[in-house]
């Protein structure tokens, strides 16, 4: 099923891309009013993070390391359904644009008041489909900002409920997005974006929350069961797309001013090795 083996990339240049991605996306959006750039987050540095909020998860790996770092993230204060409307305006606005967010798969700049289910508009995408555990829109794995992101109705709906793997034809409206009956192969700039939250959704919802226990495997069209793949591409994603800003920035507007929680594999991608 593999369409192509996909090149490691240094973080350095991955950033840069990613940032020609969304310069690029913006430029081809409709003309709207210049709006200031977005301040900056302040950012607590790794350090710091290390002494506090991962202490407790430093120097293990397996089993123990995804046991402590459940124990840390599953700390978060929960928003409603309707209120993740108002958090992706924030957490995915566009760098370049702040009255526009930018669409997962399609990378194109959006204005925020755009939302909605018409052809066009942009709603919200659960990176891990709900229909994969059943937790539809629950408060809870249903209203967790670190998987839901704004996104294209039309592409929302042709990614479906469909697992992750490489291959398939071109997605029209979604350049470098691929797609067949069983899988999705988003865009290079947020593969590992997108592998890296389904491994927090993974770390987080444990079974122990009256939730399905997530994990993901290494297959696809994995139905309503409580799992995603395809496990080895989406560690190999997370490998060939480090974080860069836009992700970073996301992780810190999540932990400051919405669930207070972090994705750990943001702040730490080595983890993803091991654990997995």
Sequence with gaps: MSRRHLPYRRPVLATFAAFAVLAGTAAAAPAVPAAPRITPVATTPLATLDDTYYQDALGKTGTQLKSAL?????????????????????????????????????????????????????????????????????????????????????????????????????????????????????????????????????????????????????RVDNGSAPNIGRLSVLKQWSQEDPPDSFEERRNDVIFDQYQHNRNPFIDHPEWVEAIW
């Design 70 to 218: 459940h124990s840390i993230i599953s700390v978060q204060t929960k928003i409603s359904y309707s209120q993740v409307w108002d958090a992706l305006k924030s957490t995915d606005q566009d760098p370049a644009n702040s009255s526009n967010v930018i669409l997962l798969y399609t990378g194109r700049s959006e204005p925020k008041s755009d939302n909605g289910g018409a052809v066009g508009q942009w709603n919200r995408e659960h990176v891990w489909a709900k229909s994969h555990g059943d937790f539809g829109t629950s408060t809870g794995p249903g209203t967790d900002i670190h998987h839901l992101r704004p996104e294209d109705v039309t592409v929302n709906s042709i990614r479906g409920n469909k697992d992750f793997d490489n291959g398939g034809t071109a997605v029209g409206g979604a350049a470098g997005n691929y797609t067949d009956s069983d899988s999705f192969e988003p865009r290079d700039a947020v593969k590992g974006d997108v592998a890296r939250m389904i491994l927090y959704m993974a770390v987080r919802y444990e079974g122990d929350d009256a939730f399905a226990d997530l994990e993901p495997n290494d």
